[in-house]
């Protein structure tokens, strides 16, 4: 990409360093402003009104009772929502999606709104929303749906061969070679099917948001999102307005994962403000947060993989079936390009299908698509490896992809880190512990893309010579301090002396979402740019104070130094000095950068972890569990360490307990978190990581993406564990205490 | 010329090929040449498409270079959480 | 709407309000009095984010009537900072990085001083059994352990 790439052996001062975040003072004390936390003068609740059916028609919405009611000061319904989104089938699923047009699709669909002065007066108005329905057939099983005679639930989705209404929206193909003849080759063969079921992102903090439209249709938006640039475009095409006249705000985040990379209540909150002219809060509940936002994909997945008796792999296919929910997707394809991408496979093909149900529409959750086929290929490569009497982490080994395998998704890869991960898992002491009665030991691979995309910071000198940064991804996990480092580094500043920002819409740019693992990757690398930039000016302003060349003038340890004959013996000009002098030097110092910064590199992880099963009742605990990634620099490596226990511990939560349970009715029956389980503290034990910094030849300081790949070995690695401490072979994700026990009597039967 | 090689959904817009073979030496180039020659594609590249140069993956920047012996592949564009 | 008069003690100060006979605590502590450090994560006491302590106890601040706290001392998260200082477990907090998004801090920071107030050596166990009711979808809890330890040792030099 022509960038400077002298990143080798490079040594850093500050970056690397474990430093105090800038927020964190805020966030210990209370006072850092989430999504919920804004208030306006005259703000109205905001609340919606949700299909109790998992596919309905709807006859008839009336409101002139609600209406009627005192202090009820806006109710929007599809009427109220012109559709403008022109040809753009992506845009109008998205409005469909906020608000059901003529069918509710899902349970918990939204199918009106009211804002009111308060929140009992708002609740009050919604009981007096009169709705009828006419209940339409459901599905909501991903196999059910593919199934011919299933009921049909978007009659534009057509089958591709005969033309007629189906409920697969895609089917993509990847791999190469020739599978048949690969089969052909091997000794053993194994073939079986894996299901995993749908789970959430499980943030803590609902989304929640305070939206605010003028009579002259300008309006601000506060908002907890990944991605403030992207909501602002969304939402504005949705109303038909400027983005220029829509400032967007991203609060403090308070977990997205994916979860808030797509809009569900800001355009209907913005259209009640609208409406009422007044500013409205929306703040979902917990429940509507489970029904009516974005999990993940339900999977049904076969795979077979063929090894010669020395275990290299000859041939290896996967058929994976993914839910995307009420609207067309892509998850599927996402899953079919990267379920064999750890290993060096001469045959390989790999067919995803996207298959639409009765469901809240998916939408991306960390390294999105990639646990599930890991989950079913690492088992089967653990079956492959007791046939053949081999270690499993051998056979990993023997078939990691390596600088110049062919990856199953097409391109030959570079240098990569899956062997370096597998060597550190191989060797780490963790491998060797003892294992006691009812325990088991599983290990595990993954891998994920990462990407960069469009990012722009800003880099403002105070009068002082302290640096202002902004830059405009939403800082999830830490990532101000991250890139304060950065701008330290290069300035050659102490970490202090630099505060990061996270600029709105109206003060920045467009940047993409935080989404991708792109945050440090990409307005790091813009930071460094913007620093250079305004390097280049601090040394014009020194070089205009000593009336000598540019030329002669470097910038080091947070000073213009003078060089050359005659010049030695000039004092350095500080950053302070220089920024003091400004005013008549040419006015404010500052450093800009746009980027589009490509290539966050791809990245592997090796997972180890041992479970203790109890045979009696089939609950699982980890006892130990151990996570190896190939990171790139950590620049700070408190907040890598994080996002590796961190994934892994969701990765454990989905293998264990999390799941989406449906009704007969169609109807979620687990909307909360008493009966939808994320892991506890006392479920979970420390989480070792071990960071291999292997630098990105693509960033200037060598950094890479690294806050999702930790989730995508988890479901595998203690899928083997437990299956080697039961010695019961488990294929359905989660694997919860009546899985285990049915698969265990099964077994015996 | 340069051998651009298409995987899952890309290759019906060109017939079924799952190669191609394309004057460019720039990604810009590839697919103003691309969508000149195969109109079908520009769906794709409407939706999102990502391109990668010896295995590096370019969703955005179509300013990068391509070198007439390059491993050029076309991709779906792909999204992260 | 039949209201209900509440006059209550809250981080020290006096303080009263009126509220809805049927509102539930956190609603009043962020709506009417402004302490938006009390988090919501699910509004049925199965996240721990709106934890409070009420005279000394540790409740969610969701499953407490407003009106049943007439009378009573609450703390929140934002009583934590003593004479401008942070308490040892916030400091350790931000020195350990034991929050990422930060929105389960606070009431993890309320659960573990009502912890280490009765239980100044808590063992890793007791620390998990005690943090058990808060969730944290981002850290895995490692760091969060580590930092209640660190607190913990800290507050024990300096009772000594
Ligand atoms: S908000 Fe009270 S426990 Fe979750
Ligand atoms: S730090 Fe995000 S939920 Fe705990």
């Known amino acids: 990409m022509g960038h400077d790439s002298t990143y080798t052996n490079q040594k850093f001062k500050v970056v690397g360093t474990r430093v105090n975040r800038p927020d964190g003072v805020d966030k210990v004390t209370g006072r850092a402003k989430y999504g919920a936390d804004a208030y306006a003068p005259g703000q109205l609740v905001g609340l919606f009104l949700r299909s109790p059916h998992a596919h309905a028609k709807i006859k008839k919405i009336d409101v002139s009772k609600a209406e009627k009611l005192d202090g009820v000061k806006a109710i929007i319904t599809s009427a109220d929502l012109p559709d403008l989104t022109g040809d753009d089938r992506d845009l109008t699923d998205i409005l469909e999606n906020c608000m059901a047009r003529g069918r509710a699709l899902y349970d918990g669909h939204a199918v009106a709104a009211v804002a009111a002065i308060d929140m009992q007066t708002a609740k009050k108005a919604l009981k007096l929303i009169k709705i009828s329905y006419q209940k339409l057939p459901h599905v909501t099983d991903v196999d059910q749906a593919m199934e011919p005679g299933a009921p049909i639930i978007h009659d534009f989705v057509r089958d591709r061969k005969t033309g007629k209404p189906s409920n697969v929206c895609k089917i993509s193909q990847f791999g190469h070679g020739d599978v048949e003849a690969g089969f052909a080759e091997a000794d053993v063969i194994i073939e079986k099917t894996f299901k995993t079921e749908q789970t959430h992102q499980g943030y803590i903090e609902p989304h929640a948001c305070l939206a605010n439209i003028s009579s002259d249709n300008t309006g601000e938006l506060w908002v907890t999102t990944q991605g403030h640039f992207g909501f602002r475009s969304t939402c504005a095409e949705l109303l038909g307005m400027d983005v220029a006249k829509l400032k967007v705000t991203s609060s403090e985040i308070g977990g997205g994962f994916g979860g808030k990379t797509h809009v569900w209540i800001e355009p209907i909150a913005l259209a009640l403000s609208r409406k009422a002219n007044r500013p409205v809060k929306v703040v979902m509940s917990r429940d509507e947060v489970f029904r009516a936002s974005g999990p993940t994909s339900a999977t049904s997945i076969d795979v077979k993989i063929g090894a010669k008796k020395d275990g290299t792999i000859t041939g290896a296919t996967a058929d994976l079936r993914y839910t995307n929910g009420a609207f067309p997707g892509f998850w599927a394809m996402l899953g079919s390009m990267i379920s064999f991408a750890c290993y060096d496979i001469k045959h390989v093909k790999s067919i995803g299908y996207d298959v639409i149900v009765n469901r809240p529409k998916v939408a991306a959750y960390r390294a999105p698509s990639a646990p599930m086929p890991a989950f079913a290929i690492e088992s089967v490569m653990d079956l492959i490896a007791a046939e053949l009497k081999m270690k499993p982490i051998e056979l990993r080994i023997k078939n990691a992809a390596k600088e110049g395998t062919r990856a199953s998704y097409g391109p030959t890869y570079g240098p990569i880190g899956i062997g370096p991960t597998l060597d550190a898992a191989k060797n780490h002491p963790h491998m060797r512990a003892r294992l006691k009665k009812n325990q088991g030991r599983g290990v595990a691979c993954g891998f994920w893309f990462n990407f960069g995309g469009q990012t722009c910071v800003d880099l403002n000198i105070g009068i002082d010579g302290s640096v202002n940064l902004i830059v405009g991804t939403v800082d999830v996990g830490g990532s101000r301090a991250s890139l304060a480092l950065i701008a330290a580094e290069e300035l050659g500043i102490p970490y202090e002396q630099v505060r990061a920002n996270v600029g709105d819409t109206a003060s920045l740019g467009h940047n993409d979402m935080t989404d991708g693992s792109r945050g440090t990757f990409s307005s790091g690398m813009a930071t460094i740019f913007a620093a250079r930039n305004a390097i280049t000016v601090l040394r014009e302003r020194a070089a205009k104070t000593w009336d000598i060349p540019l030329e002669s003038v470097i910038w080091k340890e947070g000073a213009a130094r003078a060089t050359g004959k005659g010049n030695s013996n000039r004092p350095p000009l500080s950053l302070k000095e220089l920024a003091a002098s400004a005013p008549n030097t040419g006015g404010p110092i500052a450093g800009h950068n746009e980027v589009v910064a490509d290539n966050a590199g791809v990245s592997f992880a090796s997972h180890i972890c041992d479970v203790e099963v109890d045979p009696e009742t089939g609950v699982t605990k980890v006892i130990r569990y151990t996570v190896i990634q190939d990171a790139g620099k950590a620049v700070h490596p408190d907040y890598v360490e994080g996002q590796l226990q961190g994934g892994a511990a969701q990765g454990i939560g989905w293998a264990l307990n999390e799941e989406y349970v449906y009704g007969d009715d169609g109807c979620l029956q687990n909307p909360g978190f008493l009966d939808y389980r994320i892991p506890v503290c006392s479920d979970l034990p420390f989480i070792d990581t071990q960071i291999l910094e292997i630098p990105n030849p693509d960033h200037p300081y060598g950094i890479r993406g690294v806050g999702e790949t930790s989730i995508v070995p988890p479901l595998a690695a203690i899928g083997n564990a437990v299956s080697n401490a039961v010695g019961v072979r488990m294929n359905h994700t989660p694997m919860s205490p009546i899985r285990i026990l049915k698969a265990i009597e099964d077994s015996k039967a | 010329m340069l051998s651009v090689s298409l995987t899952g959904a890309l290759r019906s817009a060109v017939g079924g090929a799952e190669c191609v073979q394309i004057q460019a030496s720039s990604i810009r180039e590839l697919i103003s040449n691309l969508s000149d020659q195969y109109p079908n594609i520009r769906q794709h590249i409407d939706t999102g498409i990502a391109v990668a140069i010896d295995g590096k993956i370019y969703r955005d920047n179509w300013d990068v270079e391509i070198s007439a012996d390059a491993e050029v592949f076309l991709l779906p564009r792909i999204q992260g959480g | ?160």
Not at chain 3, 10 to 26: K, M, S
Not at chain 3, 34 to 45: F, H, I, Q, R, Y
Not at chain 3, 71 to 85: L, P, Q, R, S
């Open chain 3, 1 to 160: 709407m039949s209201g209900v008069h509440v006059s209550t003690t809250i981080n020290g100060d006096p303080v009263e309000f009126a509220c809805p006979q049927d509102e539930t605590l956190i609603n009043s502590l962020r709506d009417r009095v402004g302490l938006t450090g009390v988090k919501e994560g699910c509004g049925t006491g199965d996240c721990g984010a709106c934890s409070v302590t009420l005279d000394g106890r540790l409740v969610c601040s969701c499953l407490v009537l407003s009106a049943e706290v007439n009378g009573k001392e609450i703390a929140t998260v934002e009583g934590m900072v003593e004479d401008g200082k942070l308490h040892p477990l916030q400091q350790q907090f931000i020195e350990h990085a034991a929050l990422q998004c930060g929105i389960c801090t606070p009431g993890i920071l309320v659960a573990a001083k009502v912890l280490l107030e009765r239980n100044p050596n808590p063992s890793e166990e007791e620390i998990r059994y005690a943090l058990a009711g808060n969730l944290c979808r981002c850290t895995g809890y490692d760091k969060i352990v580590r930092a209640v330890q660190a607190a913990g040792k800290e507050m024990r030099k300096k009772s000594r």
